[in-house]
């Protein structure tokens, strides 16, 4: 049906004050500032949490003086997530790969249990536990979760991989103390050949250091919630307790969802650059 004259402009007041009114109702908990992220596949806007409040302030700091602009989303894993913020990528050619990019610090994490990785998850992009038992999160580079729906049986799965991840952290955070670095080369070398049993063994005599420290530990159990969220709207549960999540998309899940389906080549890289312009936008609760 096509519109004209003066039906045109009472419609367009009509729906202006709808679309101010959902403004108004979309739960921006108390953040009264979103960092939205303009890329040639459309516009993300992104709520931050006050809980989280360095890498809140970090984010914020860094989008405000333009750090972010031209960079790339330089890994993107369909059916999982989509990063950028490495500021190698700025001036990129196609033969590049990045992901080791920083900005000169880290941050400490503020992981809690009621932020999960849900789809639209803004997320701090870290280096692995073996180099980096502390979880600390980079100073720049972030990850905005795509992800997958998981079943209850996919859930199940989930945890017992995560407890598996759980003693590798606790086995890593062990050797990495100074008097076992000669333990650590060990373990390095027999997994730099591939040598299984030779690994095996150093975990088997490391068993019971394992066991005594998960007792002080609390393996992550996903609530009927989170299940209910993972399996709806979906998410990476998997990561859950092992990066700091700070924020979500409030605007452009399927913007998402286009950039993740971009063609790829090596490490992941999308074969055409996807850049990033981002801008903050203040709204008023």
């Known amino acids: 049906m096509i ?33 939205v992220i303009t890329t040639y596949y459309g516009v993300i806007k992104l709520m931050l949490y006050d809980d989280t409040p360095n890498h809140k302030q970090n984010f914020l700091k860094l989008a405000k003086s ?9 890994r993107i894993i369909s059916g999982f997530m ?7 990528s700025k001036v ?30 803004l997320a701090a992009a870290r280096q692995g536990d073996d180099v980096n038992p502390g979880k600390l999160s980079s ?20 945890e017992s991989r995560m407890l598996s991840q759980l003693k590798q952290s606790i086995i890593w955070k062990y050797m990495s103390k100074p ?18 049993d030779s690994l095996n063994a150093i975990i088997k005599q490391l068993q019971p250091m394992v066991e005594d420290e998960l007792k002080n530990l609390k393996p992550h159990k996903f609530s009927e919630e989170e299940k209910r969220i993972y399996a709806t709207k979906g998410g990476s549960p ?12 409030v605007d452009g899940l399927d913007v998402i969802d286009r950039i993740a389906e971009v063609e790829i080549v ?15 936008q203040i709204v008023n609760n």
């Not at 402009?9 to 921006?28: C, R, V």
């Not at 333009?66 to 330089?74: A, I, K, Q, V």
């Not at 990129?92 to 992981?111: K, M």
């Open 3 to 35: 519109f004209k004259g003066k039906n045109v402009n009472l419609i367009f007041f009509i729906s202006l004050l709808f679309f101010n009114l959902f403004l108004q109702s979309k739960a921006y908990a108390k953040s009264d500032t979103l960092v």
């Open 66 to 74: 333009g750090f972010y602009d031209s960079l790339l989303f330089h």
């Open 82 to 88: 989509i990063q950028g913020g490495d500021p190698n």
């Open 92 to 121: 990129a050619d196609s033969s590049q790969n990045f992901g080791n990019g920083d900005i000169g610090y880290t941050l400490i994490p503020e992981i809690l249990p009621t932020h999960i990785h849900k789809k639209g998850a």
């Open 139 to 158: 100073g720049c580079q972030f990850y905005i979760v795509q992800g997958k729906k998981f079943s209850a049986i996919d859930m199940v799965t989930v």
């Open 179 to 196: 008097e076992n670095s000669k333990l650590k080369e060990q373990y390095t070398a027999h997994q730099q050949a591939r040598n299984s």
């Open 238 to 249: 998997h990561l859950d307790g092992n990066y700091t999540v700070f924020g979500e998309v």
């Open 266 to 280: 090596g490490n992941s890289r999308p074969k055409l650059d996807v850049r990033m312009k981002v801008s903050l």
